[in-house]
């Protein structure tokens, strides 16, 4: 195969479509911006992979979980994001969550080395009219691209709110007050610190969070929608009194040693590095101003002296509308030689733009073979994510879509919750053993 796939985007997804072309002995250019002189409103480096938001790839349980269930397929498959996940992992009960810089100068360093693949910095302006190309920039696209992709799919691509949640350095907790575990006391060590919240304390907390100084819109931001998974907090609290209470501050299956019993709320910060240095706060994404969310966030017990590594942030996230403009394997109807993958599709979170990144990049090698590329069943976990981006969810009302056992084929007949988890894998553990026995070696 003497041809060469364009790669622009080199995120999660753009760095796993180029790895599993390059490993299928397919050339690869991939255009990375950052690194050109050019930067992103989220980016802090210039690394490959970088991780923006949280450093958690969420449950690695692949017995009961949907997103656990992708990662297990994802490492059958060879996933580089994967193998670099497992490498730099940290505790988070039964979570995979790793040390983020370590994470990204792995894939980095993977990427750099690969024969088969050229690492340009350099931004691309305009899609090519011609050769096999993979568009992986995700949901900070650059501007003038944005526009080359409107022109090109004919739609006005759609957009939504995604919400950085701030870090916190260890050494500044008060743990005292706070405590080490994981909820019900899951995971092999306690890896969640948590800090415990009175009826008082969290009452006043939300009220700040209403009250607090908040980010203003820009007038064509005005109606863009959040997705939920990465709601506000501030935004989460004017839904209700209790929303927060059942939501990232739940304090069940806590007890706090001091008393013996579940505090009224709980906030909880998870490792974010190796060294254990960082902690970030968990579902805290704020779009509250710098200043106010280091006065609020004080208020919480423990953190009464915390000092932030990152404070949180918000950015514009844009992606097209995938249904009505992709076919089943990712290419843009109006120009096939053309993919997308990654969070540009719609899929939403790190795993599943991984996910698509990995499958865009089997399709093309696949199609320079001369091949027809075969997708993963719909039992998967790959194949009921790809299902839902191409032709699965109503492109009328599409949004932004983690994994889920929602959009796998439904289990027969009536069973236990956990039994019908199980159930879910188990169908697809084997109907992926299938599928990869019928993929070239």
Same mark, same amino acid.
């Given at each position: 195969?003497?041809?060469?796939?364009?790669?622009?985007?080199?995120?999660?997804?753009?760095?796993?479509?180029?790895?599993?072309?390059?490993?299928?002995?397919?050339?690869?250019?991939?255009?990375?911006?950052?690194?050109?002189?050019?930067?992103?409103?989220?980016?802090?480096?210039?690394?490959?992979?970088?991780?923006?938001?949280?450093?958690?790839?969420?449950?690695?349980?692949?017995?009961?979980?949907?997103?656990?269930?992708?990662?297990?397929?994802?490492?059958?498959?060879?996933?580089?994001?994967?193998?670099?996940?497992?490498l730099h992992r940290v505790p988070a009960g039964s979570a995979l969550a790793v040390d983020r810089d370590g994470f990204s100068a792995e894939v980095t360093a993977r990427i750099a080395a690969h024969r088969n693949i050229e690492l340009v910095?350099?931004?691309?302006?305009?899609?090519?009219?011609?050769? !096999?190309?993979?568009?992986?920039?995700?949901?900070?696209?650059?501007?003038?691209?944005?526009?080359?992709? /409107?022109?090109?799919?004919?739609?006005?691509?759609?957009? #939504?709110?995604?919400?950085?949640?701030?870090?916190?350095?260890?050494?500044?907790?008060?743990? /005292?007050?706070?405590?080490?575990?994981?909820?019900?006391?899951?995971?092999?060590?306690?890896?969640?610190?948590?800090?415990?919240?009175?009826?008082?304390?969290?009452?006043?907390?939300?009220?700040?969070?209403?009250?607090?100084?908040?980010?203003?819109?820009?007038?064509?931001?005005?109606?863009? !929608?959040? #997705?939920?998974?990465?709601?506000?907090?501030?935004?989460?609290?004017?839904?209700?009194?209790?929303?927060?209470?059942? /939501?990232?501050?739940?304090?069940?299956?806590?007890?706090?040693?001091?008393?013996?019993?579940?505090?009224?709320?709980?906030?909880?910060?998870?490792?974010?590095?190796?060294?254990?240095?960082?902690?970030?706060?968990?579902?805290?994404?704020?779009?509250?101003?710098?200043?106010?969310?280091?006065?609020?966030?004080?208020?919480?017990?423990?953190?009464?002296?915390?000092? #932030?590594?990152?404070?949180?942030?918000?950015?514009?996230?844009?992606?097209?509308?995938?249904?009505?403009?992709?076919?089943?394997?990712?290419?843009?109807?109006?120009?096939?030689?053309?993919? #997308?993958?990654?969070?540009?599709?719609?899929?939403?979170?790190?795993?599943?733009?991984?996910?698509?990144?990995?499958?865009?990049?089997?399709?093309?090698?696949?199609?320079?073979?001369?091949?027809? !590329?075969?997708?993963?069943?719909?039992?998967?976990?790959?194949?009921?994510?790809?299902?839902?981006?191409?032709?699965?969810?109503?492109?009328?009302?599409?949004? !932004?879509?983690?994994?889920?056992?929602?959009?796998?084929?439904?289990?027969? /007949?009536?069973?236990?919750?956990?039994?019908?988890?199980?159930?879910?894998?188990?169908?697809?553990?084997?109907?992926?053993?299938?599928?990869?026995?019928?993929?070239?070696?």
């Open positions: 195969m003497s041809e060469t796939v364009q790669i622009i985007g080199g995120g999660l997804a753009g760095s796993e479509a180029a790895w599993q072309l390059a490993e299928a002995g397919v050339k690869v250019r991939l255009s990375e911006m950052r690194g050109s002189g050019e930067k992103t409103p989220a980016h802090h480096t210039d690394d490959l992979a970088e991780l923006v938001c949280s450093n958690s790839f969420r449950s690695d349980d692949g017995e009961q979980n949907a997103v656990g269930l992708l990662h297990s397929e994802m490492r059958a498959l060879g996933s580089v994001i994967l193998a670099a996940a497992d910095r350099e931004r691309v302006d305009v899609l090519p009219e011609s050769g !096999p190309t993979i568009v992986a920039t995700g949901p900070l696209t650059a501007m003038r691209l944005a526009e080359s992709i /409107g022109a090109a799919t004919g739609a006005e691509a759609l957009a #939504f709110f995604d919400a950085i949640a701030p870090i916190v350095h260890r050494d500044s907790i008060d743990m /005292g007050i706070c405590w080490m575990a994981s909820r019900w006391d899951k995971g092999d060590t306690k890896d969640y610190i948590n800090c415990p919240m009175t009826k008082e304390d969290y009452l006043a907390f939300r009220q700040g969070l209403l009250d607090g100084d908040k980010t203003e819109f820009k007038e064509w931001e005005q109606d863009t !929608p959040y #997705f939920e998974g990465c709601m506000p907090i501030e935004v989460a609290a004017e839904r209700g009194e209790d929303t927060l209470r059942y /939501g990232p501050m739940k304090p069940v299956g806590l007890d706090d040693p001091r008393t013996g019993r579940w505090p009224y709320a709980v906030v909880q910060l998870r490792q974010d590095n190796r060294l254990g240095t960082l902690w970030n706060m968990v579902g805290f994404q704020t779009k509250l101003k710098h200043g106010e969310q280091v006065r609020l966030f004080r208020t919480i017990p423990g953190l009464e002296n915390a000092e #932030f590594a990152r404070l949180g942030g918000l950015h514009r996230n844009t992606f097209i509308n995938s249904p009505r403009l992709l076919d089943e394997t990712l290419r843009l109807r109006s120009a096939p030689h053309i993919r #997308f993958a990654g969070q540009i599709t719609g899929c939403e979170g790190y795993v599943e733009s991984a996910a698509v990144g990995l499958l865009a990049g089997r399709f093309a090698a696949a199609e320079l073979r001369g091949e027809t !590329p075969v997708r993963p069943p719909i039992e998967t976990a790959l194949g009921a994510l790809l299902g839902h981006i191409t032709g699965g969810a109503d492109a009328t009302t599409y949004q !932004p879509m983690n994994v889920n056992f929602g959009l796998f084929p439904p289990i027969s /007949g009536r069973s236990k919750k956990a039994d019908r988890k199980r159930a879910y894998t188990d169908r697809a553990k084997q109907s992926l053993k299938n599928w990869i026995a019928t993929q070239p070696a």
